[in-house]
């Protein structure tokens, strides 16, 4: 009998390792320095979310056709790729199919990664386990967070971005080292998975059939997907932002990467201890109450002279919400289908920040960032307001 057992430790491995990543704080900061502008930025952060909206839904179905351990090891090394685009390119197109190759990469993880320890559990009788597993999934991304922004910045500030560079590549090559020692998940017999390879395309049609079904049968579903997507397109265009804000407003990358490092460090308490919070506060009341926090720290960052702070408490509020949607989901959804239907997920985030992000870039470039902070918090409380409104009428 297969022990599933050592994909869950190993994961942990896995995912510090795949999110030491020195240039998420500061690949804007880097980028200006070669001479984009924020408009160029916002196109190019588009870029990325085009590619992952159509890559995802394939990416996803992809994965439970032929296995999410192949598809996460790929995605380490689309990573590998597009971080040597980034810091050797210095023409717009070639930064763009960087994005594209960096999409494709994370498009490979996110259903793949996530249907992967679901089904390990799965196999094992302890789904019941999945919460407290997701905490601790979180808490190894917030840690690796914490040292690619306080390590990341104090690199840049003293040795220069060749070894931010440097150490971001070395880190996925680790990851993509860890993966090889995961085990597939063996789902048990599928008429989808079964069928001969010559019938891969009736069989990859047969999943978005059935997923589609899913999301029609439960409306619950694609209205969380939507609204946490949204909501988080907000707070990781403020996370991109505010990166240039704070360096015009004179703060070197060290002293940025120590700010965006406590948000990390929050968020990572927040996500271990999700489970009590929930038990104490309710499900149902988490999901009403969190998007309504986010949304008045936005407004904070907007209007208030402790933009830090604030961004700082949206870490934790966000690793709360993150963990108890991701339990909340995947209850809804069987395995066969998981990894595609946690596509929709991205995908509609990708949507969402098309459209959010170059808006951002174009409103900070021709008025200011901190106006475009505040139409940003603006547009989320008529959001949040909507949402609101929905979820109270939404069954139990």
């Known amino acids: 009998m297969v022990d599933y057992k050592r994909n869950i430790k190993r994961n942990y491995f896995f995912t510090f390792f795949s999110n030491i990543n020195f240039t998420s704080g500061l690949w804007m900061?880097?980028?200006?320095?070669?001479?984009?502008?924020?408009?160029?930025?916002?196109?190019l952060e588009s870029v990325f979310h085009l590619s992952s909206m159509i890559?995802?839904?394939?990416?996803?179905?992809?994965?439970?056709?032929?296995?999410?351990?192949?598809?996460?090891?790929?995605?380490?090394l689309a990573l590998l790729i597009s971080l040597a685009v980034m810091y050797f390119a210095d023409s717009f197109m070639i930064q763009a199919a960087g994005f594209i190759i960096c999409a494709f990469g994370y498009n490979l993880e996110s259903g793949a990664g996530e249907a992967f320890i679901y089904d390990s559990l799965k196999a094992m009788g302890r789904e019941n386990r999945y919460l407290k597993v997701a905490g601790f999934?979180?808490?190894?991304?917030?840690?690796?967070?914490?040292?690619?922004?306080?390590?990341?910045?104090?690199?840049?500030?003293?040795?220069?971005?060749?070894?931010?560079?440097?150490?971001?590549?070395?880190?996925a090559l680790t990851s993509f080292l860890t993966g090889l020692g995961f085990t597939e998940v063996d789902n048990g017999p599928s008429d989808i998975k079964d069928e001969p390879v010559r019938k891969d395309f009736k069989a990859?049609?047969?999943?978005?059939?059935?997923?589609?079904?899913?999301?029609?049968?439960?409306p619950r579903i694609m209205f969380l997907i939507f609204f946490s997507e949204t909501i988080f397109a907000f707070t990781t265009s403020l996370f991109f932002y505010l990166q240039n804000y704070f360096k015009v407003s004179g703060w070197n990358e060290g002293r940025i990467g120590i700010v965006y490092a406590f948000s990390a460090g929050l968020s990572a308490l927040a996500s271990v201890?999700?489970?009590?919070?929930e038990k104490k506060i309710g499900e149902r009341r988490l999901l009403f109450l969190l998007p309504v926090l986010l949304t008045i720290c936005l407004w904070g960052v907007?209007?208030?002279p402790f933009k830090a702070i604030f961004f700082i408490t949206t870490g934790f509020i966000e690793g709360v919400l993150i963990v108890v949607i991701s339990d909340?989901?995947?209850r809804l959804i069987p395995s066969e289908i998981r990894a595609t239907v946690l596509s929709f997920q991205s995908m509609t985030f990708s949507l969402v920040?098309?459209?959010?992000?170059?808006?951002?870039?174009?409103?900070?470039?021709?008025?200011?960032?901190?106006?475009?902070?505040?139409?940003?918090?603006?547009?989320?409380t008529v959001f949040s307001a909507f949402y609101a409104v929905k979820f109270r009428r939404q069954p139990e």
């Open 302 to 304: 907007g209007i208030s």
């Open 29 to 43: 900061i880097y980028l200006s320095q070669k001479g984009f502008s924020l408009i160029e930025l916002g196109i």
């Open 137 to 171: 999934i979180e808490l190894a991304f917030q840690m690796a967070t914490i040292v690619s922004f306080a390590a990341g910045g104090l690199m840049a500030s003293e040795f220069g971005y060749f070894y931010v560079f440097l150490f971001s590549m070395a880190a």
């Open 204 to 218: 990859f049609g047969r999943i978005l059939k059935d997923s589609f079904k899913l999301i029609k049968d439960k």
């Open 273 to 277: 201890f999700a489970v009590r919070i």
């Open 328 to 330: 909340y989901l995947n």
């Open 353 to 380: 920040m098309i459209i959010l992000f170059p808006l951002i870039g174009t409103a900070s470039e021709l008025l200011s960032l901190e106006t475009a902070f505040k139409l940003m918090a603006g547009a989320a």
């Open 55 to 76: 890559f995802e839904i394939p990416s996803g179905a992809f994965a439970d056709l032929i296995g999410r351990k192949f598809c996460r090891l790929g995605g380490r």
